[in-house]
């Protein structure tokens, strides 16, 4: 009965991160030792003061629908987080908390795109940004990259591409999967490009925000040459460890947060009402948690760079921020160790699977093939024997 299945659906690729976790977990629970460094999730809890006061809105009798764009009381608090950390001036009635960043994502993709209208992606890019064009009926445009740049485009390419067709330019910093980091003045001359093109509408993804190793986060919503169509796009997931809580939001033109309320209104109504209060205290609160896990994440970012550097054939980028590597392995294709013949970067991700018992993410779902993504969102224990195991299962591949 799959031919019933919708066109709409069929033209979408599962999200290989997901394939790749799914994988892990099933031979974990065969008995199997996994060590999963392809999902994109802090391993620490979610901070003491943000779980009481869920608590305290259970307890207060948070347990019924709420507004579809989020409480008063959040949007004002993500409103003056806004302002606060990034100079950026939404008002709250701009503002549309969302389940997760991804739904926010969505949200806009949804409310904007038409059918052959061109988004505007750089790769590397998160695997669903493609994707999510794709069910919008839209066409996702890419700007290639390398790792001799650290993963970002060249700006001409940026000029040459840009057209009437153009509808939104959509992008990460810090970026997933690379860590790559915007600075300033990078987003400064990709802000003055677009605003010569003054119908695109900027999507500015900034879901890593705290976890930066940079002296400083920009937002692009910043510059004034693009007043008035640039989406700001965040969530508590990565930065206070609250990937399950689901909770994202939008800082938008208001027209457009209206339109993203009026979908979301169609299709999940408002985001959970406890996670949403919680919401409230990780955006209010102290940050002394957050800060303390970006330190442990630049400590594991330094071993696994030195880890790979010691691995003949891997050319490790520099991670900026998040917590992942984004590693060309190019130098492994062609070569075979007993029923594995490394062709490509999947080949390679499922040899390490099985061999050395570590999962990774082929480059190839975020648009640089040559790649693999590593995530060092793990235990230091854990990442010194994934390293170990890794750098064994790569010494057996023959040329």
Not at 339 to 364: Q, R, W
Not at 367 to 376: H, L, W
């Amino acid at each position: 009965m799959e031919h019933l299945i919708s066109d709409r659906l069929k033209r979408v690729a599962e999200s290989q991160t997901l394939v790749m976790t799914k994988m892990a977990r099933e031979l974990s629970q065969s008995g199997t030792r996994i060590i999963n460094l392809s999902i994109g999730e802090p391993d620490f809890g979610t901070p003491d003061h943000i779980l009481k006061a869920a608590h305290e809105a259970i307890d207060d009798g948070f347990t019924h629908y709420p507004p579809v764009s989020g409480y008063p009381d959040l949007r004002q608090a993500i409103s003056d987080k806004f302002l606060r950390d990034n100079e950026l001036d939404y008002a709250p009635e701009q503002i549309v908390v969302s389940c997760g960043a991804k739904h926010s994502i969505m949200n806009v993709i949804m409310s904007t795109v038409n059918l052959g209208d061109e988004v505007i992606i750089p790769a590397p890019y998160w695997v669903s940004y493609p994707e999510m064009v794709k069910l919008a009926g839209g066409i996702p445009v890419y700007l290639r990259s390398s790792i001799e740049t650290n993963y970002k485009f060249d700006t001409d390419e940026l000029r040459r591409v840009l057209n009437r067709k153009s509808k939104v330019f959509l992008f990460s910093s810090p970026c997933n999967p690379s860590g790559s980091v915007f600075s300033e003045e990078e987003l400064t001359e990709i802000a003055g490009i677009l605003s010569q093109h003054p119908d695109i509408i900027v999507v500015s993804d900034e879901i890593y925000e705290h976890i930066n190793y940079e002296d400083s986060h920009y937002s692009i919503g910043r510059d004034p040459r693009l007043a008035g169509r640039v989406v700001t796009v965040n969530g508590v997931s990565k930065g206070f460890a609250m990937t399950g809580w689901r909770i994202g939001y939008i800082g938008a033109p208001l027209w457009l947060a209206k339109a993203c309320e009026k979908l979301q209104g169609q299709f999940t109504s408002g985001a959970n009402s406890i996670a949403q209060k919680a919401s409230i205290k990780a955006l209010t609160g102290t940050m002394k948690p957050s800060e303390k896990m970006t330190a442990t994440f630049k400590k594991r970012r330094e071993f696994v760079m030195n880890a790979l550097n010691q691995m003949p054939g891997v050319v490790p980028n520099i991670s900026q921020g998040a917590f992942y590597v984004f590693p060309d392995i190019s130098a492994y294709f062609g070569k075979s160790f007993g029923k594995y013949n490394i062709d490509n970067a999947m080949d390679l991700c499922m040899y390490l699977l099985k061999e050395a018992n570590v999962s990774l993410v082929t480059g190839a779902a975020f648009g640089n093939p040559e790649c693999i993504r590593i995530s060092y969102a793990a235990s230091m224990e854990d990442l010194e024997e994934a390293m170990n195991n890794i750098s064994e299962a790569l010494a057996r591949l023959n040329p």
